[in-house]
């Protein structure tokens, strides 16, 4: 359910909206059901979390050390 805050400012919104001559308690229930069709959804359709590659530990083969790829490696100056 809404909170108080939430109905007040559903409340300003639809007297903007219709003014005080309009249909003010229709317009709130309307908006007040689809705010409450909104939550149910999302109740019922939870986030799903993206699919992430499982982690896998730091060093499992290299004892703590990152492999060396060779992007360091000076090239310069070596004669074969």
Same mark, same amino acid.
């Given at each position: 359910?809404?909170?108080? &805050?939430?109905?007040? !400012? *559903?409340?300003?919104?639809? *007297?903007?909206?219709?003014?005080? $001559? @309009? !249909?003010? /308690?229709?317009?709130?229930? &309307?908006?007040?059901?689809? /705010?409450?069709?909104? =939550? ?11 699919? /992430?590659?499982?982690? =896998?530990?730091? @060093?499992? !083969?290299?004892?703590? /050390?990152?492999? $060396?790829?060779? =992007?360091?490696?000076?090239?310069? @100056? *070596?004669?074969?």
């Amino acid at each position: 359910m809404a909170t108080a &805050k939430e109905r007040r !400012d *559903i409340f300003y919104n639809v *007297i903007a909206r219709v003014g005080l $001559d @309009g !249909d003010v /308690l229709g317009e709130y229930a &309307k908006a007040m059901n689809t /705010l409450s069709g909104m =939550q149910s959804f999302n109740e019922m359709n939870p986030p799903i979390p993206p699919n /992430l590659p499982p982690e =896998q530990p730091l @060093g499992a !083969d290299t004892g703590g /050390l990152e492999p $060396d790829m060779g =992007q360091n490696t000076p090239t310069e @100056g *070596i004669v074969p």
